[in-house]
């Protein structure tokens, strides 16, 4: 075989595997099927709620992990696409990027999904204080200004993702009661940082991050 041929076909397979591997990392994964059964009752969960900044460095189960993005903002109303979590004039704009060791992530709540955006850890980015690079999972709130009304001010979106958000971490901290993890919601973060690594549009904001995971022992 000539050697030019034999190039021609090194460089067409190391093309193969490139884009096999694009094309894997880039394939969404399906999320756990919820056990809604599990937890606690509810008062007992709003008695055991509490804000946290020490956590374990252990993994978050998959399983867990579906359950606490459903909590957060899922589909609870699949005939109507109605969320666990209200959001001003149902304009649903908040999405959940998930920002872990092995990448960053966004919530896809009609699939129950996570879409991998980067294979790349900036949860280190995701706030100003320390513990967050080793938290286990760091939940990013973007909102999408794009799914408001057109006439809409700069100011009224930016409180209405900021009263969704807090719709949304409640939902977080209530469920990391009830499965004995330990949160906290913060807001100490460099916007213009955080949204370049995300690559985020212009219209998309940074409203807020949570950090989850076991506490620490």
């Known amino acids: 075989m000539k050697k030019s041929m034999i190039q021609w076909l090194w460089v067409v397979g190391l093309m193969f595997i490139a884009t096999h591997s694009f094309a894997q990392e880039n394939r969404p994964m399906k999320l756990p099927q919820l ?3 599990t937890g606690m009752p509810l008062m007992q969960a709003l008695r055991a709620r509490k804000s946290v900044r020490e956590f374990s460095a252990e993994k978050l ?3 867990v992990l579906s359950e606490l993005l459903w909590a957060a903002f899922g589909i609870n109303r699949p005939e109507t696409g109605g969320r666990t979590a209200p959001s001003t004039h149902n304009w649903q704009d ?3 990027y998930v920002a872990s060791a092995d990448g960053l992530y966004l919530f896809d709540a009609k699939s129950h999904t ?3 955006i980067q294979a790349k850890d900036i949860r280190a980015l ?3 204080q320390d513990f967050v ?3 286990p999972v760091n939940l990013i709130y973007v909102s999408d200004f794009t799914r408001m009304d057109s006439d809409t001010s700069q100011e009224d979106k930016k409180i209405a993702a900021a009263i969704d958000t807090g719709f949304i971490g409640q939902n977080v901290y209530l469920y990391c009661a009830a499965a004995n993890l330990a949160t906290v919601v913060r807001g100490s973060i460099d916007k213009e940082a955080l949204a370049k690594a995300m690559k985020l549009n212009p219209t998309q904001w940074i409203v807020a991050a949570q950090s989850v995971g076991y506490p620490k022992k």
Do not use: V
Request: hydrophobic share 35%; no cysteine; aromatic share 0%.
């Open 126 to 128: 995701t706030g100003t």
């Open 35 to 37: 056990q809604l059964e």
């Open 61 to 63: 189960p998959n399983q």
């Open 114 to 116: 996570l879409k991998m």
């Open 133 to 135: 690079g080793h938290a």
């Open 94 to 96: 908040i999405d959940i």
